[in-house]
């Protein structure tokens, strides 16, 4: 690991400022994903700003019926809450399904929107990757790319994003509400995480001096009926080979509200807005599962290791349709 | 032999772990958390194409070279090999490499992350050369790579004439069956530090299954004399065959690098170079073709058993030899031809893993045997039952089993504790009607115990016993504690064989200037030889005390035998007593025909295991798992148990999970994060049940149990996948994508 230096802030402006004033800084939070990559010297920051004293740990009920998370706000406190539990169930399902008991106890919602792929090249300081050392060339492409992107890759990268939260978070339109120098703004989170085109460096459309400070959830009453299923290579410590997110409303037997993220399967949390026209306002069969799914699977490419992911992909996702549409049926 | 003991303080019992305390406190030290003033961190380059001949070092810029420790092939004071059984793997290459991980140059700088920087920035200007990937193309000599002919060792076992059977025959069956590659995966990864110069000669501290294979390979590199040279092990997590020759290698490396410098030098790998350069378990590729009566009996067992060794020799016809023994496994049959053979590759080296070649045969034969029961029509219980050896009859290397065996009994065992024929039953039934196809299988086997034929006889192993200060007996053996227990046990069987508290017996670490050669700790070895050396050494110690007046020849207390060893060591000094192996009478083997005693003894078994498949998402899965085996005496059944469990966890990661995937020779996910193994969530309750069967020459009655668990999990699985979907499979790993591949391919 490279030395570098270490800054604590106590406010929001502050961490800013600091972050501004020092050259190639990151801001540090649980530290999951950051020091291990610093550990791997993957990344070399020459700065920390350490955020996790700053009063963003609340999960907060708003007017209208959302919900506010703070950015600091744990991993497994955040599954745990009982607003979300019973309001969002999809979310809380996704946190539990990643990493492990002490890495979710550490890992913080602002952390877990900003954890970098684990692509095994990105990885690999031995190997080509553009996203590690842009221009150098992707591994992945040729290489051994069973977990990579079948959606949204380019010729210059293939990772996937990580995260299964963000699959839940981009089920339910969710929007990250950040801060920078005097400016803050909202990101609508199917907009904050980025396909790779010819700059995979950058993971999100966050400008390097913004902190987040919360994730806005909107009144979606809908979304009690929600899951998450992740498909994975065993039953802990396994990153998604495809997951889906699904909210589903069916009235008389007809599509009435529906959401549908994939995990796994591209640079970002990928909204399946294909599957979604097709589904809303049909009636609610396998046949029109199997057809969305189809749909939204047909820009899809495989490469060598994982072309087996877009017949998964379909028929994971039919499996938590049927699933919503029975459960949510019995209602 | 000890004397007949009416009661068993011992033996038999859970006592502590020896170290327990020290590990689970953090006490224990692990090399990594060893530091020596001026220590330098050392760093090995590889080559990164698999064939080929080096022309050129390019020295990448804005790396301060001046104040760096190079090493490279010319600065090796004596043999550039690992000295092993061939010597024919260099320590470092001097122009021409075999494969793409072969250490070129070594490095050591005092600043670690300078270490990594300078170690990425070195090229290679290379002449490539045509290199070979696969056993097929090793054994048609697509390319010599090796020798003349790319083979490391081959053997041939005759017993009747196999090619008088074809013919009167009723039904002839041919089946082929491959296993992949396995990563040992220890929880530590490897390492060394090394303290090397003129005046003092070589010491190295590490992470090790072998202190004597380390020494042996040092006096060579660096041409010294024995007493020059001294391996210390330190605290060790994990092995399973993966510490037994690479860390010759690595501790070569440290001592080069601080024999140059002047200064201590560790070297530790990270677990992605752990992966990809030290040794995995040997790909293998089995042809079986049986001869059988209408009635089910084997009548000609006709074998072809090939392992793919990797670039050099290492272990690999050792490893061959026991896989080639185990290839007949635990059934009669007359007429028996098995030729085998190990290969090489452009891939590192694979060497020893658990199991030592027998799980890659047997995985083949039980296959096979399914294959054959379901040919004549009979159920695979019955077709087994029908040929199981029996005392008195013969194995495929003529081998007169001597020993009450009773695979049969072990089957109704296992059979009834997992309800194996009711759940083919109902299973059936369900299956017909529900998503997720169930099934039920098993495997039946055995395991020899120590070394192959006359290696033990070879490496005569010696155990000391020594009585100290403090009244305390201390164990001198070279056997090393990587987590299965070695020292807990020599505490319970030195203990027993005295009759004073387990407490009293300390278990040396493992040191060369302080223990004698008790030969590896590998091949199930531990227990069943070094643990009767234990027993006798001790006993010597107790017969000298009874000779000198010091104690009473019984009824004594642990108090009594203290006070006597303090009086001896103030009247006489110290007090020593030291055990050699002698093998028991009968035992011979001809290792020209590759005819007779394989072993001392075998364990024997019988697993079943539960599976569901998700025909969704091509999810095979674990339910159950029942181990019902026969081990001689059980020393310490905690500790057996665990043995077991983790055996066959890492069996279900051998046929399920675990996936070596090659690119040009090189392991392409060496990564905790794409080479899967299971986790305790994916592991399914493992119900491990002893038949106990005293063996004569092991103490108290105990065979060998270390590897025998790696055996079963794989046919047993496969035949349970077989059971749910009827399907056969005959490769393993049988990853989701492969499992998507083969029931696509044959339903409708």
Known sequence: MKNFAYARAQDADT??????????????????????????????????????????????????????????????????????????????????????????????????????????????????????????????????????????????????????????????????????????????????????????????NLQPDELITSVELPALPFARNSMYRKVRDRASYAFALVSVAAALEVEDGTIKNVRLALGGVAHKPWRATEAEKVLTGAKADEEIFKRAAAEELKAARGYKHNSFKIELAERTIVSVLKTLASEGGAR | MSSPKTERRFVGKSVPRKEGRDKVTGAARYVDDIRFPEMLYGATVRTTSPRGRIKEIIFGENVPWDEFTIVTAKDIPGENYVALILNDQPYLVEEFFNHTEEPVLLLAHEDKFLVEKARRSIRFEIEEFSPVFTIEDSVNK??????????????????????????????????????????????????????????????????????????????????????????????????????????????????????????????????????????????????????????????????????????????????????????????????????????????????????????????????????????????????????????????????????????????????????????????????????????????????????????????????????????????????????????????????????????????????????????????????????????????????????????????????????????????HGALKSFSKYQQPEGINWDDEHYRGDAYGAYAWAVYVAEVTVDPTVYEAHVDDFVAVQEVGRVINPVLATGQIEGGVAQGIGYTLYENVVWRDGRMANNQMTNYIIPTSADIPPIRVFFAENPYAYGPAGAKGIGELPMDGAAPAILSAIENATGVSINHIPLVPESLMEELETETI
């Not at chain 2, 020599?490 to 670490?509: P, R, W």
């Not at chain 2, 009767?532 to 000198?548: D, N, R, Y």
């Open chain 2, 142 to 571: 697509r390319e010599i790579i090796w020798g003349e002919d790319n083979v490391f060792k081959s053997f041939l076992v005759d017993k009747g004439n196999v090619d008088e059977v074809w013919e009167s025959a009723d039904v002839i069956v041919e089946g082929e069956y491959l296993t992949g590659a396995q990563e040992q995966l220890y929880i530590e990864n490897n390492g060394m530090i090394a303290i090397a110069n003129h005046e003092d000669g070589v010491t190295v501290w590490g992470s090790m299954q072998c202190p004597y294979y380390v020494h042996k390979a040092l006096i060579k590199l660096f041409n010294l004399p024995e007493e020059k040279v001294r391996v210390v092990q330190t605290e060790t997590g994990g092995g399973f065959g993966g510490k037994e020759e690479y860390p010759s290698m690595i501790a070569g490396h440290a001592a080069l690098l601080s024999w140059k410098s002047g200064r201590p030098v560790k070297i530790i790998y990270d677990r992605a170079e752990d992966m990809a350069a030290t040794t995995k378990r040997h790909p293998s590729h089995t042809r079986h073709r049986t001869a059988v009566s209408r009635d089910g009996k084997l009548l000609g067992m006709e074998i072809d058993f090939t392992v793919d060794g990797g670039a050099y020799a290492t272990l690999s016809a050792v490893v061959l030899s026991r896989g080639t023994i185990h290839a007949a496994g635990p059934y009669l049959c007359p007429n028996v031809r098995i030729r085998s053979r190990a290969v090489a590759t452009n891939a590192p080296p694979h060497g020893a893993f658990r199991g030592f070649g027998a799980p890659q045969s047997i995985f083949g034969l039980e296959r096979h045997m399914d294959k054959i029961a379901k040919t004549l029509g009979l159920s695979p219980e019955e077709f087994r039952r029908r040929n199981f050896i029996q005392e008195g009859q013969t194995t495929a290397t003529q081998q007169v089993i001597h020993e009450k065996v009773d695979l049969s009994g072990l089957m109704d065992r296992a059979f009834e504790l997992s309800g194996y024929n009711e759940k083919r039953e109902k299973f059936a039934e369900q299956n017909k009607s529900s998503r997720l196809k169930k099934g039920i299988g098993f495997a039946s086997f055995m395991h020899g115990a120590g070394f192959t034929g006359s290696g033990e006889k070879y490496l005569e192993s010696v155990v000391g016993a020594e009585a100290t200060e403090q009244g305390n007996v201390r164990i001198l053996a070279a056997s090393t504690e990587i987590g299965q227990g070695t020292n807990t046990i020599f505490g319970q069987i030195a203990s027993e064989a005295l009759g004073i508290d387990y407490n009293l017996i300390e278990v040396a670490k493992p040191d060369t200037s302080n223990v004698p050669n008790s030969g590896p700790t590998v091949a199930s070895r531990t227990c069943m030889i070094v643990g009767k050396l234990v027993e006798s050494a001790a006993l010597g110690l107790k017969q000298t005390l009874v000779g000198s007046g010091f104690l009473k020849d019984s009824g004594y207390t642990s108090e009594d035998f203290s006070n006597a060893c303090r009086a001896y060591i103030e009247k």
């Open chain 1, 15 to 204: 961490a800013v400022q600091l972050i501004t004033q020092n050259q190639n800084a990151k801001f540090l939070s649980g530290g999951t994903n950051l020091v291990d990559l610093m550990r791997e010297n993957i990344e070399q920051p020459d700065h920390l700003i350490d955020v996790t004293g700053l009063p963003l740990a609340q999960v907060e009920e708003l007017p209208g019926g959302g919900v506010s998370i703070g950015a600091l706000v744990r991993n497994s406190h955040l599954a745990a809450n009982q607003i979300i539990r019973e309001r969002y169930p999809v979310l809380s399902q996704a946190i539990l399904m990643g990493a492990s008991a002490q890495i979710r106890n550490m890992a913080t919602t602002g952390g877990n929107l900003m954890q970098r792929t684990r692509c095994y090249y990105f990885y690999d300081t031995d190997a080509r990757c553009n996203k590690r050392e842009p221009g150098t060339g992707c591994d992945a492409l040729e290489g051994f790319n069973r977990i990579h992107a079948i959606l949204g890759a380019s010729d210059d990268c293939i990772a996937t994003h990580p995260s299964d939260m963000c699959v839940a978070l981009a089920a339910l339109d969710a929007t990250v509400h950040v801060t920078g120098t005097g400016v803050e703004r909202t990101i609508p989170i199917v907009e904050f995480h980025r396909l790779p085109e010819d700059t995979p460096q950058i993971d999100t």
